[in-house]
């Protein structure tokens, strides 16, 4: 009814944060399970790894393939804001980025943020691509996440 409603969610926008953000404790939970990257891994395998996490989730529940490729093509306001909830990962990706860095992995002068852009958005763009072939997916990004650490890996 809709009386009880509005006991748990302010309104639709509410309950879709509510769904967005179990979705994704569900992808983080998933990702808890799978076998852990060691503590010198690099920002790009950890984005390498997220992205496997998330085509496993997506492989057993086919709707979430169809959110997301909705929530990519709207850009109206709200989306907006629920695309900004998601910031963990992104931020946990630049921390990496920051430690490779310091451990002389990577150019100092990197942009990371700009990195991080590239990233989202060829994953987004190779996503729809693929079609939800996982395996496409997956060896594409991996390709081009190489490409990615062979261009700012720093020289030795």
Excluded: C, W
């Excluded at 967005?20 to 790009?44: C, H, T, V, W």
């Excluded at 306001?77 to 860095?101: G, M, N, W, Y």
């Amino acid at each position: 009814p809709r009386g009880s409603f509005y006991q748990y969610f302010y309104d639709k926008e509410d309950l879709y944060l509510y769904m967005y953000g179990e979705i994704a404790k569900e992808i983080n939970e998933a990702g808890i399970n799978m076998p852990l990257l060691d503590q010198d891994a690099q920002a790009l395998d950890f984005f390498i790894r997220r992205l496997e996490v998330t085509l496993q989730k997506n492989s057993e529940k086919p709707e979430y393939n169809k959110i997301a490729m909705l929530l990519e093509k709207d850009d109206s306001p709200f989306i907006t804001r629920l695309k900004e909830a998601s910031q963990a990962d992104l931020e946990r990706v630049h921390s990496l980025f920051i430690k490779d860095i310091e451990r002389g992995l990577i150019k100092k002068d990197t942009d990371i943020a700009l990195i991080i852009d590239i990233m989202y958005t060829l994953s987004v763009k190779e996503f729809f691509r693929a079609d939800g072939d996982g395996q496409l997916f997956s060896k594409r990004m991996k390709s081009i996440i190489e490409i990615i650490k062979n261009g700012i890996k720093e020289v030795q």
